[in-house]
């Protein structure tokens, strides 16, 4: 149970705004996660080495799913300002028990004002549940890109 996939996006912004975006925790939790959630805990050590914890919390509009807590925690692997950031995304349970084990590598490059971005992300499953994480892996993070470009937009 293995999946990767590739988002390319242009953004309407400059690479330092898309780089802190990704890496300052005020503005990741604005636009992390599928459409329906937030992210009431957001933790960011942006070094290499340094920690990523987030849980998503889904809300009233995800249905049957509203109140459930996903948690997420990673180690960043490189990251060089501006142009690169790459971490392990490891989906968890709640008492810490791993779901997903993931790797994920951002790319920037300026283009005049605005940043093309590709992201590369890929997730192994290692209990039976996360078949339909990997499932929804690919709606799940281009959405979450999609957040990220509403709120660059807005900046």
Not at 33 to 41: A, D, K, L, W, Y
Not at 44 to 66: F, H, R, S, W
Request: include cysteine; aromatic fraction near 8%.
């Amino acid at each position: 149970m293995e999946k990767e996939i590739t988002i390319e996006r242009t953004f309407n912004a400059p690479i330092h705004r898309v780089w802190n975006a990704w890496l300052d925790c005020n503005q990741l939790k604005e636009w992390w996660g599928p459409n329906g959630v937030t992210n009431p805990i957001c933790e960011v050590d942006p070094q290499v080495g340094g920690a990523l914890y987030i849980v998503m919390l889904a809300g009233p509009e995800l249905g049957p799913l509203a109140g459930e807590r996903w948690p997420m925690m990673g180690i960043f692997s490189e990251l060089k300002e501006p142009t690169t950031i790459a971490f392990s995304n490891n989906a968890i349970a709640e008492d810490s028990t791993l779901l997903l084990e993931g790797e994920t590598k951002v790319s920037l490059t300026a283009v005049g004002d605005k940043t093309k971005m590709t992201l590369v992300t890929r997730a192994v499953g290692l209990v039976p549940q996360a078949a339909q994480m990997l499932a929804g892996m690919e709606a799940g993070w281009t959405q979450s890109i999609g957040k990220l470009e509403k709120y660059l937009s807005r900046q």
